[in-house]
């Protein structure tokens, strides 16, 4: 009995051991995987092995699946390995980053600065730490303000696999090409991220103006290992792209190519002089005279991870020049990656994944500088371009505002998926309406005024002029961006509404000022005008004379500035200015006070405004037309009454006579504005 116990205790500690062993050498090759950055091959084994791991080796398996998982953008998996990892009291504070990170991918901003915060309070790095609660709180900024661009996925191009790093392949931007892990690509599957090797393909207008289905590129291009983003000079005369050998063996690292165009087709792929096969090189851009290049590479010389580097090419002796770093300004100790260089090289298009961003990879902008060099502060190009997730390879159609870019984000096609943008042009219109003002006791007030001109200036040197219709609006569609716009009004005896039919409306210098400058929003803006009707007594404010005669007081000076502006304000009416008495005292006398009363008046427009008197007619009026009647004043109350009825009936008023009057010293020709469009409204602008 005790020699069966003994076997079967030995027998229990051979298990133990042996299985101990297999774990032990199953970790060995997952962790091996992990450091070749075979992530999805990883990721397995680490599972297979994990429960069969002692306690103290668990949580650096569950920080290495995470990373794993990030690496192959499975953004929840990573979470829940990294929070499991920190659970287990895995020590090291990369983890609560790498947490942050993951966090901020999935848009959970508040969750994302705490972590951030936890990592620094750890003994994480503080600058890192504090720029990533900074991302939080700009990502969280720009959602809530979204830039005007409008994206939309290219589902006709799009798989289910991954397809990014568009590029033009021709000067009328007919044709793109781009890298793809679809089915269909060359080579067997990838170790790295359990997926197809990535190819170069092509894609073109149907006859219906659709995108065809795409097409790998030749061999010469496109073969069994990974091809990378491609790039087609702009004489169509030369490929650029990143390829990845795969000789066993060998830690091999990708490089950039070029392959010259041989008639319809590509020729054979060289590898660009300076490259080495120590480090990486990838994502070219060359410039639009074909002079510089534009790649990534972690060569050394640069600030840490990835950088964007240069390189100049001379025709005449047909070589390269040195790698030239972009610069600090641009590079970081993170991740630059995907440079696209503008037509006029004035700005550099790249992503990162360590400038303030959104989530992971973002889109930013670097200027050059009157030396040509890029060390301007970078900008992002904020939402909806970039999103919490990768977002990179951005194109430009020229000079337009147009073109593709590459995003992992939420409903697309597949994992990374090609999008289109534009940026719609602002539209600004501008619409009102001009309304009566009515008469003295408010007759047709609110009525809407037909055959008035409204008169639009911009401070771009345009002019446009409408006449409103019935309905007494006018409008004027496509305002210019940036431009200010003085909108006013030209009333007269073509001027009418349902109360006021024959005698025309006074014109006013009333102006609205509209300007487009500051918008970043389409708009609507509304300027509403008032004009008064030509009535058979127009009354002016009091105007007072010196008791028993005709001389104006100072004060009254100021109530004849009203006329003055009238007749200013429509310089072709003529007026008669007219001046009653009450109806006390004799008809002579009162109809000689009357008539000087109403000269004076004349005389002082005249004189110290300088009106041509051919524009004016004194008309005393004495006591024949009262607007209070003797009957009236005799049933008032009271003395005070009395008087103040007396004081209506004495009264200055005036009398539009015509609208026909012509300035002899007015200009002869008027110039000519830059762009004078008159139209009666209702008629459509020109496209």
């Known amino acids: 009995m005790k020699n069966i116990t003994r076997l079967t205790l030995t027998a229990a500690v051979t298990i133990i051991f042996t299985a101990s062993g297999f774990s032990q050498k199953a970790l060995k090759k997952a962790d091996a995987s992990f450091e070749a950055r075979q992530y999805f091959k990883a990721l397995e084994m680490y599972k297979q092995v994990y429960g069969s791991l002692p306690k103290d080796k668990k949580p650096s398996v569950l920080y290495k ?86 994206i939309e996925n290219m589902s006709l191009i799009n798989s289910k696999e991954s397809d990014y790093a568009p590029n033009y392949s021709d000067k009328k931007y007919q044709t793109l090409i781009f890298t793809s892990r679809r089915d269909g690509a060359l080579g067997a599957q990838e170790v790295n991220l359990g997926t197809n090797h990535s190819d170069i393909y092509e894609t073109k207008p149907d006859k219906n103006g659709k995108w ?44 950039l190519y070029m392959a010259k165009k041989q008639g319809s ?54 070589v390269w020049g040195q790698p030239v770093n972009a610069g600090a300004a641009v590079n970081t100790e993170g991740d630059e990656l995907y440079p696209t260089i503008s037509d006029d090289g004035k700005k550099l298009y790249f992503s990162s994944n360590y400038h303030p961003g959104m989530g992971g990879l973002d889109i930013f902008v670097a200027e050059a500088g009157a030396d040509g060099k890029f060390n301007k502060a970078v900008e992002n190009l904020k939402y909806p371009i970039n999103s919490s997730a990768d977002d990179f390879g951005i194109i430009y159609e020229g000079k337009k505002q147009k073109g593709y870019f590459t995003s992992n984000r939420e409903n697309g096609k597949g994992s990374d998926d090609i999008w289109s943008f534009n940026l719609p042009p602002l539209v600004f219109n501008l619409k009102g309406i001009v309304l009566s003002e009515g008469d003295n006791l408010g007759k047709g007030k609110g009525e809407n005024v037909e055959g008035v001109k409204v008169k639009i200036i911009g401070s771009d040197g345009t002019i446009n002029e409408f006449t409103t219709n019935k309905d007494g609006s006018y409008k004027l569609d496509k305002l210019k961006e940036k431009v200010t716009y003085t909108v006013s009004t030209d009333a007269g005896k073509n001027s009418k509404s349902p109360s006021f039919m024959k005698d025309g409306y006074l014109n006013n210098k009333d102006q609205r000022v509209i300007t487009t400058l500051g918008y970043d929003a389409s708009t609507n803006f509304t300027a509403d005008f008032a004009v008064k009707p030509v009535v058979k007594e127009l009354r002016m404010p009091e105007i007072q004379y010196a008791l028993g005669s005709y001389e104006l007081l100072p004060q009254s000076k100021d109530s004849l500035n009203y006329l003055y502006n009238i007749l200013k ?119």
């Open 65 to 150: 699946s995470g990373i794993s998982c990030q690496e192959i953008n499975d953004y929840k998996g990573a979470e829940t390995y990294y929070q499991k990892a920190i659970a287990a009291n895995f020590d090291d504070p990369a983890v609560y980053l790498r947490l942050a990170e993951v966090l901020k991918v999935q848009q959970k901003y508040p969750e994302a600065i705490v972590e951030y915060n936890n990592y620094k309070s750890k003994g994480g790095d503080g600058k890192k730490a504090d720029l990533g609660v900074k991302s939080c709180e700009l990502a969280q900024q720009w959602k809530d303000s979204p830039q005007r661009y409008k």
């Open 212 to 255: 065809s289905t795409p097409v790998l590129l030749p061999p010469a291009i496109s073969s069994p290992v990974n091809e990378g983003r491609g790039w087609v000079s702009k004489k169509g005369d030369m490929i650029f792209f990143t390829r990845c050998p795969e000789e066993k063996g060998k830690q091999n690292k990708c490089g």
């Open 265 to 318: 087709t590509w020729g054979e792929a060289q590898r660009l002089p300076f490259n080495n096969d120590t480090v990486q090189f990838g994502h070219p851009s060359l410039s639009a005279d074909g002079k510089v290049l534009y790649f990534v590479s972690k060569m050394n010389g640069g600030y840490g991870g990835a950088d964007i580097w240069s390189c100049s090419y001379d025709a005449k002796g047909n």
């Open 569 to 687: 304000d429509n310089p072709g009416i003529k007026v008669e200015l007219s001046a009653h008495t009450d109806t006390r005292g004799k008809a002579v006398s009162n109809m000689t006070l009357s008539t000087a009363r109403a000269q004076s008046c004349v005389d002082y427009l005249v004189k110290e405004k300088s009106i041509p008197v051919e524009r004016m007619v004194a008309k005393g009026y004495g006591m024949t037309q009262p607007i209070v009647s003797d009957a009236q004043i005799k049933a008032a109350k009271t003395k005070e009454e009395k008087e103040a009825l007396h004081q209506k009936n004495r009264r200055t008023t005036f009398r539009v006579l015509s609208f026909d009057y012509v300035d002899p010293n007015a200009p002869k020709n008027p110039t000519n504005p830059k762009n004078n469009n008159t139209k009666k409204e209702g008629e459509d602008d020109e496209e």
